[in-house]
């Protein structure tokens, strides 16, 4: 399975950005697909996830300003981030839960991250 991230960039605060993950290898459309973000010093923590139902679950956080989404004949999930925060600056990890082609079992997928700078 791949999971791999683009959009990431630095931006000044109140600025927008969009992040997207295609993924491959894996059963996309009944995968759960999301963000997780580490800043440096801490741990990852969720942003948002999407299930193969289309059901969301957002962080408080970034509530009301992030927006996640998916389009299965793509194979991708995105990530639109309006209001950016200099707190949102951080390396943003594509995840995925599902299993691959011809495998029955779950397992978890991560993609390399990619980094958002956010300045005040």
């Known amino acids: 399975v791949q999971l791999v991230e683009s959009g990431g960039d630095l931006v000044q605060a109140g600025g927008s950005l969009r992040l997207s993950c295609v993924a491959s290898?894996?059963?996309?459309?009944?995968?759960?697909m999301g963000w997780y973000r580490q800043a440096p010093g801490k741990e990852r923590e969720l942003v948002a996830t999407?299930?193969?139902?289309?059901?969301?679950n957002v962080a408080d956080s970034v509530k009301g300003r992030f927006t996640i989404s998916r389009e299965n004949a793509k194979y991708t999930v995105n990530l639109q981030m309006n209001s950016l925060e200099p707190d949102d600056t951080a390396v943003y990890y594509c995840?995925?839960?599902?299993?691959?082609?011809?495998?029955?079992?779950?397992?978890?997928?991560w993609g390399q991250g990619t980094q958002v700078t956010v300045s005040s």
């Open positions: 290898g894996i059963i996309f459309s009944a995968a759960t």
């Open positions: 999407i299930t193969g139902g289309f059901r969301e």
């Open positions: 995840y995925a839960r599902g299993s691959r082609w011809g495998r029955s079992y779950v397992s978890d997928y």
